[in-house]
């Protein structure tokens, strides 16, 4: 009895909007450090300024060495 | 407690958490991470391309620094899907009333399935491993395995709070049992059936088991951190707010 009423009490109690948000930041955040590959940001610019197609995903590059150390895949 | 303020103490608490990682992991990891990009500017030189050891120290200066604010932007988003865990499962903790035990208990819980199951098929690698042909084969299986593990906890944990609501404590007993051991069939199943990393590990052994090492002690330390600091502000919360409740009535 004791612990149905705190169910209940504790999941009426988590709002709708904050769980939206919160999953925002989620994908967001996981995406940009764990996975992009220059898909996302747009930061693939020629790594020499020359415009060929060999380019360097600068936010990649800034976020890599998390992702090798949260355990991402990487190159 | 207001949507405002579990919001702002939950990113708190994973910008904190995930900051302190990547300053650690400065000092840690890095130290590997420096070891296998060697490697690589060794096989580059050798392939005949010229790098200028000034810039590259520079670049690799800028670089590290991005690991701290990673570590900012990871650490707000795990802290933003903990937040949201804690807050439906709390009530179905049993055991305990106190909030930090049990933000450290689903702190761990969530440690164990998001990074130790994927760890365990896929571990970690340094740079200087992995054939950068294969990067979207890779992270199609790491999150095919991360899903795995993430959804049937998702729907065991559901399943366990209707199996502990039901008053009786025969079927309490039975859930604790039952429960975790349809997770580790899932993950035994998943573990033999999904295919290996096809990547063949070509760096020096010691350098890649020392970084696994190295970056699960600090990832795991990463976990305990948030479940700490977000049990202590979540307390914090609750005691400001029901002050302010008591003072309005
Ligand atoms: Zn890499």
Redesign the pocket.
Known sequence: MLVGNQITKTSEGVPRIAVGILLGVLAFGVFIVGFDQGEMLGFTVPADGSGSEQGTNWAHEFY?DM??AAGFP?? | MKAITFIAITLLAGAIAGTILGIINQVAVEPYIEQAIELEMHNTAQSGQVINPAEFAAYRFWQKGGEIIAGTILGLSIGSLYGIVFAYTRGSISGTNNNKKKALLVAGIMWFVLFLMPALKYPPNP?AVGDPETIYYRQSLYVAFLAISGFSALGLAFLYRKMVMASSNNTKKKAIIIIPSAYAAIMAGAYLAMPANPDAINAPIDLVIGFRITSAITISMFWALLGVIFGAFWDKANFISNKIAARHN
Do not use: A
């Open positions: 890599h992702r090798h990487c190159h | 740079p």
